[in-house]
T-cell receptor
Framework: DADVTQTPRNRITKTGKRIMLECSQT?????MYWYRQDPGLGLRLIYY???????NKGEISDGYSVSRQAQAKFSLSLESAIPNQTALYFC????????????FGDGTRLSIL | GQNIDQPTEMTATEGAIVQINCTYQ??????LFWYQQHAGEAPTFLSY????GLEEKGRFSSFLSRSKGYSYLLLKELQMKDSASYLC????????????FGKGTKLSVIP
């Protein structure tokens, strides 16, 4: 079983819809992250959380929101999806301290028509 | 964010050695990661450097020069399965604790 599980793995939806991507982990890590990956742009950080009561904006948080429901769960929402949010989304976790590597889920491929 | 530069694509021959370079801005630097990502898959951790010098792990080695803002990943005895993208990522502290990724270098290993 995967340590970092993302659902759904693929999603096609229409402009204006509300979308939620979910991430759960069994690694016991406190820190969780959401990234998006676009061809030619690399991985960019959307939001991150260091514990249940901590939420921080990343480089490209506009149009997104997150919820850290428990240590093991971190969800990403697109309140009103637009086509330029079509991308591959990754959830990641890490243990403190900061030099510990991040462990990525298998990704969610999101297409917004 | 920090500017991280690495070549977009490289091609190398099976059995050969390839060096993938990465340059970054030195201000706020706290560490440099390398990840491997096969097409359509999740990135996986390869190495972390925080001090100057070479870190060797089997066929893969990573080098860091903090004063020059420069790192490289060295892959020896290339295998076809090494065809992947290699992502350089800088960890900058200064309260942000974020990893900033380069755009990745797509390595193609040919017979």
């Amino acid at each position: 079983d995967a340590d970092v599980t993302q659902t759904p793995r693929n999603r096609i939806t229409k402009t204006g819809k509300r979308i939620m991507l979910e991430c759960s982990q069994t690694k016991g890590h406190d820190r969780m992250y959401w990234y998006r990956q676009d061809p030619g742009l690399g991985l960019r950080l959307i939001y991150y959380s260091f514990d249940v009561k901590d939420i921080n904006k990343g480089e490209i948080s506009d149009g997104y929101s997150v919820s850290r429901q428990a240590q093991a769960k971190f969800s990403l929402s697109l309140e009103s999806a637009i086509p330029n949010q079509t991308a591959l989304y990754f959830c990641a976790t890490s243990d403190g301290p900061e030099w510990q590597p991040q462990h990525f889920g298998d990704g969610t491929r999101l297409s917004i028509l | 964010g920090q500017n991280i530069d690495q070549p977009t694509e490289m091609t190398a021959t099976e059995g050969a050695i390839v060096q993938i370079n990465c340059t970054y801005q030195t201000s706020g630097f706290n560490g440099l990661f390398w990840y491997q990502q096969h097409a359509g898959e999740a990135p996986t951790f390869l190495s972390y450097n925080v001090l100057d010098g070479l870190e060797e792990k089997g066929r893969f080695s990573s080098f860091l020069s903090r004063s020059k803002g420069y790192s490289y990943l060295l892959l020896k005895e290339l295998q076809m399965k090494d065809s992947a993208s290699y992502l350089c990522a800088e960890y900058s502290g200064a309260g942000s604790y974020q990893l900033t990724f380069g755009k990745g270098t797509k390595l193609s290993v040919i017979p």
